[in-house]
């Protein structure tokens, strides 16, 4: 199976700071790797897929970049609805396998 | 637009079986690859399996914790998911999530408890 090591596990940063969220993949999986936001007793929500393309709907403050191995999600001016977990996922092989998740908090 | 409504989670004793449902409508269900999710409380998000469309072959694939005690399959006549689950353990308990691309169902909690 593919790992994917995500950091940090948590987070806690100011309104409209820059936040990153990193996710390094164990192997080669080209550009298939997702992101999930995830709210408290909610279905996650897909933010990036394609490593950095935005889903429709979601907020420009968000972007996905990726080198090599190594992926990021950045909220580029964090809100208070942003307080969620996010989850990194490789969709290259099966089983399709994620990250560990990274808990963001307001200060 | 895409929805998917789940049914289906019960309490079920070690050793049981259980099968939820996924009820499709919005979208093309007969052309579309099907997945299952799952997440322990206060835990990450896994992978369970995915069922391919008929025309793509219909084949499964399964995460290697449940292989061989779980069974995707699909009715394209009544748009509806299926995931038959047996011999559950207590590392079973969870939510389960059924998701196409970007839309997921409601999600339904399935917990094993003697």
């Known amino acids: 199976d593919i790992q994917m090591t995500q950091s940090p596990s948590s987070l806690s940063a100011s309104v409209g700071d820059r936040v990153t969220v990193t996710c390094r993949a164990g192997q080669n999986i080209a550009t298939y790797l997702n992101w999930y936001q995830q709210k408290p007793g909610k279905a996650p929500k897909l933010l990036i897929y394609?490593?950095?393309t935005l889903q429709s709907g979601v907020p420009s403050r968000f972007s996905g970049s990726t080198s090599g191995t190594d992926f990021t999600l950045t909220i580029s001016g964090l809100q208070p609805e942003d307080v969620a977990s996010y989850y990194c996922q490789q969709s290259y092989r099966v089983p399709y396998t994620f990250g560990q998740g990274t808990k963001l908090e307001i200060k | 637009e895409a929805q998917l409504v789940q049914s289906g989670g019960d309490l079920v004793r070690p050793g049981g079986s259980l099968m939820l449902s996924c009820r499709a409508s919005g979208f093309n269900f007969k052309d579309a690859w099907m997945t299952w999710m799952r997440q322990a409380s206060g835990k990450g998000l896994e992978w369970v399996g995915r069922i391919k469309s008929e025309v793509d072959g219909g084949t499964t694939d399964y995460a290697a914790p449940v292989k061989g005690r779980v069974s995707i399959s699909r009715d394209d006549s009544q748009n509806t998911l299926y995931l038959h689950m047996w011999n559950l353990q207590v590392d079973d308990t969870g939510v389960y999530y059924c998701?196409?691309?970007?839309?997921w169902g409601q999600g339904t909690l399935v917990t094993v408890s003697s």
């Open positions: 998701t196409v691309k970007a839309h």
């Open positions: 394609a490593a950095s």
